[in-house]
T-cell receptor
Framework: ETGVTQTPRHLVMGMTNKKSLKCEQH?????MYWYKQSAKKPLELMFV???????ENNSVPSRFSPECPNSSHLFLHLHTLQPEDSALYLC???????????FGPGTRLTVL | GEDVEQSLFLSVREGDSSVINCTYT??????LYWYKQEPGAGLQLLTY?????DMKQDQRLTVLLNKKDKHLSLRIADTQTGDSAIYFC???????????FGGGTRLMVKP
């Protein structure tokens, strides 16, 4: 699991908090992804970055704000979340947008 | 657009074979993948098959591809309790879009 790392692994936050999730890939890939996994939707693509440019934003609420400062790092900034945002947030990377994706272990987020 | 579908749940007894099925709509898929997700973890690539192959075997895993019916299956021989997980199939379209995932099949292995 050292290819794609995510921190923190677990996060509990209140609805008024601001927090950030971090993803780092050590595979030399040029595309990175954020997914949300919950009981309602097993694997929901949120954001995609290719060569540090956002290429997809699947109608995600503005309380989620991604940032990709370089090809190895991806952040998901969280602000005034709702309890229904509680889920496992998975990061993935690939070499090219159509290629095999490698996943991190995820951040288990609980919003109180 | 592309659509990948899987049944939600499968329960088998330890030692039996498991067969997890997946159907897809994009006939120009190039690669098809199986990922495994254990509880509390991310997705790990289990195996894959190129679209010009019918079958691929890797130890206890057998992948069968029926391109005519757009049907992919994963057979796990001698299923163990450690195989309990969610299994996702995914496809790479021939051109354009990214990897498309199915909804996942939760495999439960009973002792």
């Amino acid at each position: 699991e050292t290819g794609v790392t995510q921190t923190p692994r677990h996060l509990v936050m209140g609805m008024t908090n601001k927090k950030s999730l971090k993803c780092e890939q050590h595979l030399g890939h040029n595309a990175m992804y954020w997914y949300k996994q919950s009981a309602k939707k097993p694997l929901e693509l949120m954001f995609v970055y290719s060569l540090e440019e956002r290429v997809e934003n699947n109608s995600v609420p503005s309380r989620f704000s991604p940032e990709c400062p370089n090809s190895s790092h991806l952040f998901l900034h969280l602000h005034t979340l709702q309890p229904e945002d509680s889920a496992l947030y998975l990061c993935a990377s690939s070499q090219g947008l159509r290629a095999l994706q490698f996943f991190g272990p995820g951040t288990r987020l609980t919003v109180l | 657009g592309e659509d990948v579908e899987q049944s939600l749940f499968l329960s088998v007894r330890e030692g039996d074979s498991s067969v997890i099925n997946c159907t897809y709509t994009d006939s120009s898929s190039t690669y098809l993948y199986w990922y495994k997700q254990e509880p509390g973890a991310g997705l790990q690539l289990l195996t894959y098959i190129f679209s010009n192959m019918d079958m691929k075997q890797d130890q206890r895993l057998t992948v069968l591809l029926n391109k005519k019916d757009k049907h992919l299956s994963l057979r796990i021989a001698d299923t163990q309790t450690g195989d309990s997980a969610i299994y996702f199939c995914a496809e790479t379209p021939h051109a354009g879009n990214m990897l498309t995932f199915g909804g996942g099949t939760r495999l439960m292995v009973k002792p």
